[in-house]
Nanobody, 117 residues
Framework: QVQLEESGGGLVQAGGSLRLSCAASRRIFSINTMNWYRQAPGNQREWVAGITNNGRTNYADSVKGRFTISRDNAENTMYLEMNNLKPEDTAVYSC???????????WGQGTQVTVSS
């Protein structure tokens, strides 16, 4: 079992920056991908960005060029650096750990990000 805990959310003005963190309770040695998802009120959960355990990254088009995902495997932590934030980035951001073998997903509780115009 793995627990994930997000931190770093808050209220920021449009154009500002925030850095989210996701700490895992232990290291995962299996092939895995860590992801950030977000869900705004009334919307479905949306994938934001992902990073494999060997550092390959991928981003949703809506955040490409503004958000940067990274991870520190030694610290069992993933980050999301969010720059040039827009009101439409307002959502609850959750981290996900997807393990390939055995096939399992772990989720954090989420952290609120609010961007004011």
């Amino acid at each position: 079992q793995v627990q994930l805990e997000e931190s770093g959310g808050g209220l920021v003005q449009a154009g500002g920056s925030l850095r989210l963190s996701c700490a895992a309770s232990r290291r995962i040695f299996s092939i895995n991908t860590m992801n950030w998802y977000r869900q705004a009120p009334g919307n479905q959960r949306e994938w934001v960005a992902g990073i494999t355990n060997n550092g390959r990254t991928n981003y949703a088009d809506s955040v490409k060029g503004r958000f940067t995902i990274s991870r520190d495997n030694a610290e069992n932590t993933m980050y999301l650096e969010m720059n040039n934030l827009k009101p439409e980035d307002t959502a609850v951001y959750s981290c996900n750990l997807h393990v390939v073998s055995p096939y399992v997903d772990y989720w954090g509780q989420g952290t609120q990000v609010t961007v004011s115009s």
